[in-house]
């Protein structure tokens, strides 16, 4: 079965979530069920990119290539990878070169295949996403993973997500909960000045951390790739 697949890229450092600075590749697939008002990787959904469908052993070809023997994990994303069966296959192929897998969903579509993923990251929307959460499906997702390694991602841009954050870690205390600092300007080009406001919205979500007895036992972390690289692609 055939992956529609934006872009392969890496080794690089996981920037985000449960294993940040984590030497991973990158596996990114096209398509997504939302459309995030501030999604850094809209050219996965909008039109503006080029995908290309690979079958699993092409896309393991492609990793190699790039990678060589230098990376043992690999990290799917998107878009939502969730939308493609196929990904089973590939996550099945990943394993058997001995690599682990990780995964970033949203949680709105379940597939199998996420049991078998290593490392499984749940990004639920908040408020300024303009997208709405079906915890029917939410639910059902952390319910079906609660023998994995899983984790909630919460991207935060204002108190309103803050609160919606605080409401997804008390509906599902048992599962690890990352605070991510949301990049407000995906476009720029200024390293320097987004850099600086990063910094600043980083230090404001561990000042709304400290003040709030509902999240004692969270992590805050920036994305550290934009820290280092801005909103450059493929790294
Ligand atoms: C591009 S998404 C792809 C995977 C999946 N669609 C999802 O949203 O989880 C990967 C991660 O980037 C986060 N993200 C997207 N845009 C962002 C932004 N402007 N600032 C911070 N994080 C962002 C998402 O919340 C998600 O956790
Ligand atoms: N370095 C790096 N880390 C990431 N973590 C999540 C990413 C994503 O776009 O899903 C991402 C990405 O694009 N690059
Ligand atoms: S769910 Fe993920 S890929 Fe889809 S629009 Fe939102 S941030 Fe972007
Ligand atoms: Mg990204």
Request: aromatic share 8%; glycine share 8%; proline share 4%.
């Amino acid at each position: 079965m055939k992956i529609p697949v934006m872009e392969v890229f890496g080794p690089t450092i996981q920037g985000e979530g449960m294993v940040v600075g984590q030497k991973t590749m990158f596996v990114r697939t096209a398509g997504c069920d939302y459309k995030c008002s501030w999604c850094d990787s809209s050219f996965t959904w909008d039109g503006t990119g080029h995908s290309e469908a690979l079958h699993a052993e092409e896309i393991i070809e492609k990793l190699k290539e790039l990678g060589g023997n230098r990376f043992s994990h690999v990290t799917i994303s998107g878009g939502n990878p969730a939308l493609h069966k196929g990904v089973g296959e590939l996550i099945d192929k990943c394993h058997q070169q001995g690599w682990e897998v990780a995964i970033e969903t949203q949680g709105s579509i379940w597939q199998d295949w996420l049991k078998d993923v290593d490392d499984i990251t749940i990004s639920p929307k908040p408020p300024s996403s303009k997208m709405k959460t079906d915890f029917e499906k939410l639910d059902f997702m952390i319910q079906s993973l609660a023998q994995s390694n899983s984790s909630l991602k919460v991207v935060i841009f204002n108190e309103e997500d803050f609160h919606y954050a605080e409401m997804i870690h008390e509906r599902y205390p048992n599962v690890p909960m990352f605070l991510q600092v949301g990049n407000e300007d995906v476009a720029t080009t200024d390293d320097a000045n987004l850099v600086a406001s990063l910094l600043k919205q980083y230090e404001w979500l561990i000042d709304q951390t400290i003040s709030s007895a509902k999240m004692n036992n969270v992590k805050v972390l920036p994305q550290l790739h934009t820290l280092i690289w801005g909103n450059k692609r493929g790294v």
